[in-house]
């Protein structure tokens, strides 16, 4: 039996009847791109939300969650549902059944109980993945048929309208849609997305500077506000459809804030393909450098990294010698940096950075292999 559906069955007393799983994600390149109808370049990992659950026969959706000490959380599904601002995890929940019943659909009442081992904050999309195994469990057990577009835009929209966070689609669709063995180049403007496999050869090494990040409430929603400002100086709809002579053209019309937020996110778009292009090719050297420029872009221009996530890039980027790549992955603030090396460097980047950033920083950073992989599923109960 899967774990989760033992854990279910002693909080509730009663079998599972289905499990479904989503994973976290990491992104190689391509941040902040998202919300602008840009290039995004994730893999979904290994880590997830499980889910397991079994149908009820009044209206009351009852969940309880592992992460937070078996709390309950229970609402109705008749009436309009309302987030919970004691509770912060139920309303990425609450925030699915809402949609989905403001969509059309009905919805069977369930006990649930959900469990996930994405590190919380690490800007891995724990909240992602969360939100993307509901909506699958809901899509399967209420015979929905939403497609993975489908499930990610319902799980983005409860993260936008329920908790709070003005995200983009790429972590959803990353969750909803990954694939074993293979990183998705996304086009966040019309949802469509080439595969490009990760050779057996190389290693994504994640490193958690263990930093926290809240995207809920940090400056994300700022850089979001500051890129359409951007836009609409450029006169164009979202900042797609700008390009580098644009920019320059209209640099005048822009506040300096403004400026280098656009700027960052145009030569992302284009890296972003680059950098695919070349993971294609086994170009290593273009890897190393379209990762390298969009750190300093995100660090220079985005202004999204902290001191602790600038050492860490900067002491895994001295050992790369142009094979490979390394850069702060995620919203930024803290959280993770991701590398992408040949599986022999692996062990001595872990070792140096594990060194240099406790004697730097008196604390040591969590470091994970990353495994591209799957996305949201039904497992066997
Ligand atoms: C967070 C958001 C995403 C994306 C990244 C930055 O992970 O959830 O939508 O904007 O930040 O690339």
């Keep these: 039996m899967q774990p989760i559906a033992e854990r279910f069955q002693a909080v509730f007393e009663r079998p599972a ?6 994973p976290g994600r990491v992104n190689l390149i391509g941040e902040h791109t998202d919300y602008n109808d840009g290039f995004v370049f994730p893999c979904a990992l290994e880590c997830g939300t499980y ?3 079994a149908p009820r026969s009044d209206n009351q959706m009852q969940v309880c969650a ?7 959380n229970v609402w109705s599904l008749q009436g309009a549902i309302a987030q919970d601002p004691s509770c912060q995890w139920s309303n990425y929940l609450r925030g699915v059944c809402a949609i989905l019943l403001s969509q059309g659909h009905a919805l069977h009442a369930m006990d649930v109980y959900i469990e996930g081992n994405v590190p919380r904050g690490a800007g891995l999309s724990s909240s992602a993945s969360l939100a993307v195994a509901f909506t699958k469990a809901l899509s399967d057990i209420n015979h929905l048929n939403l497609s993975v577009g489908e499930v990610a835009r319902v799980a983005q929209m409860a993260e936008n309208d329920f908790a709070g966070c003005s995200c983009g689609i790429m972590d959803q669709l990353a969750s909803a849609g990954g694939k074993d063995g293979y990183a998705l180049l996304l086009d ?5 997305f080439d595969l490009v496999a990760i050779a057996d050869s190389l290693s994504i090494v994640i490193i958690d500077s263990r930093v926290e990040r809240n995207l809920v409430g940090s400056e994300y929603n700022d850089r979001r506000a500051d890129c359409e400002r951007a836009a609409a100086a450029l006169g164009v709809n979202s900042l797609r459809d700008a390009s580098m002579e644009l920019l320059e053209q209209k640099r005048g019309a822009l506040d300096a804030l403004a400026y280098r937020r656009a700027r960052h996110v145009l030569t992302e778009n284009d890296r972003t393909k680059r950098c695919a292009a070349a993971l294609k090719a086994h170009d290593l050297a273009t890897v190393y450098q379209c990762m ?4 300093v872009s995100m660090r ?4 999204i990294t902290v001191p602790e996530i600038d050492f860490l890039v900067a002491t895994v980027d001295a050992l790369l010698d142009n094979d490979g790549g390394v850069r702060m992955t995620g919203g930024g603030f803290g959280g993770c940096v991701v590398a992408l090396v040949p599986k022999a460097k692996a062990p001595a980047i872990e070792a140096r950075v594990k060194a240099g950033y406790r004697a730097q920083f008196g604390k040591e950073p969590a470091v994970y292999h ?8 039904r497992l066997l109960c």
């Design 370 to 377: 990353g495994k591209a992989s799957e996305g949201a599923r």
């Design 66 to 72: 592992g992460n937070f000490d078996d709390e309950f």
């Design 188 to 192: 966040c403007r019309d949802l469509s």
């Design 17 to 22: 009847s289905d499990v479904f799983f989503a």
């Design 292 to 295: 390298h420029d969009s750190h």
């Design 300 to 303: 220079d221009d985005f202004a």
């Design 51 to 53: 889910v397991a659950l």
